[in-house]
T-cell receptor, first 115, second 114 residues
Framework: GNSVTQMEGPVTLSEEAFLTINCTYT??????LFWYVQYPGEGLQLLLK?????DKGSNKGFEATYRKETTSFHLEKGSVQVSDSAVYFC??????????????FGTGTQLKVEL | AAGVIQSPRHLIKEKRETATLKCYPI?????VYWYQQGPGQDPQFLIS???????DKGSIPDRFSAQQFSDYHSELNMSSLELGDSALYFC?????????????FGPGTRLTVL
C-alpha cells in the first residue's frame, strides 16, 4: 500500500538557519506529492506540491523536488523565520475510482525556530 | 478567496450522545473529504464524496455516517460517542477527481467527548 515516512521531530533551529525535512514515500504508480503546514490551532494549509517526477514545487521560500529514483520529496528552506514554526506534513495522493483522490500523510514534523 | 467552512468549530458532548458536523466546500468544488486527527497524530482519512456519491471509505467506525447534499455541503453524523472520538475533524474539498487536484482544508471542528 501507499505510505509516507517523515523525519521525526521536533526540529529546533535558530532563525536564518537552513531547513531540511526529509520525506520518502512508497506507492504504486505515479502519485502526486504535497507538503502541508499546520500552525497551532489551525487547519492544514497547502504549502507546495509536485505532480510528476523532477517537478519542483515552491512557495514562500520553501522548495521540494519530486525524485522518483529515490522516492523522496524533501522540504528545504534557505533561511527560516520564527513565523515558520509549525507542523509540516508530507503527503501523497492517488486517484479514487469513484472520483476524487485520497491523501496519505506522514506523521508530521514539528519545527521550532528560535531567535 | 472563499475557503472551506466547518461548523461548529468546537463541540462538547457526553458519552453515548450524537453529534453532527457540517462542511461547506469551496464554491464549484464537487469533492468533499473527511479526516480525523487525534492529538499529535497525522490526519486519518474517514470518507469522501464525489458528485454526491461516496467515492471511498477509510477507517470510519460503523457508528459514523456521512452524506453529501445537492448543494454539495456535507454532514458527518456520529452516534454513540466514545471518549476516543475526541479529536479534530477536518473537512477538505477539491475541484475535481484527479490525483493531482489539491485538497483544501477547513479550520476543523474540535470534538470533545466527556
Amino acid at each position: 500500500g501507499n505510505s509516507v515516512t517523515q523525519m521525526e521531530g521536533p526540529v529546533t533551529l535558530s532563525e536564518e538557519a537552513f531547513l531540511t525535512i526529509n520525506c520518502t514515500y512508497t506507492a504504486t504508480g505515479y502519485p502526486s506529492l504535497f507538503w502541508y503546514v499546520q500552525y497551532p490551532g489551525e487547519g492544514l494549509q497547502l504549502l507546495l506540491k509536485a505532480t510528476k517526477a523532477d517537478d519542483k514545487g515552491s512557495n514562500k521560500g520553501f522548495e521540494a523536488t519530486y525524485r522518483k529514483e529515490t522516492t523522496s520529496f524533501h522540504l528545504e528552506k534557505g533561511s527560516v523565520q520564527v513565523s515558520d514554526s509549525a507542523v509540516y506534513f508530507c503527503a501523497l495522493s492517488r486517484a479514487l475510482t469513484g472520483g476524487g483522490n485520497k491523501l496519505t500523510f506522514g506523521t508530521g514534523t514539528q519545527l521550532k525556530v528560535e531567535l | 478567496a472563499a475557503g472551506v467552512i466547518q461548523s461548529p468549530r468546537h463541540l462538547i458532548k457526553e458519552k453515548r450522545e450524537t453529534a453532527t458536523l457540517k462542511c461547506y466546500p469551496i464554491p464549484r468544488h464537487d469533492t468533499v473529504y473527511w479526516y480525523q486527527q487525534g492529538p499529535g497524530q497525522d490526519p486519518q482519512f474517514l470518507i469522501s464524496f464525489y458528485e454526491k456519491m461516496q467515492s471511498d471509505k477509510g477507517s470510519i467506525p460503523d457508528r459514523f455516517s456521512a452524506q453529501q447534499f445537492s448543494d454539495y455541503h456535507s454532514e458527518l453524523n456520529m452516534s454513540s460517542l466514545e471518549l476516543g472520538d475526541s479529536a479534530l475533524y477536518f473537512c477538505a474539498s477539491s475541484p475535481g477527481k484527479r490525483a493531482t487536484d489539491t485538497q483544501y482544508f477547513g479550520p476543523g471542528t474540535r470534538l470533545t467527548v466527556l
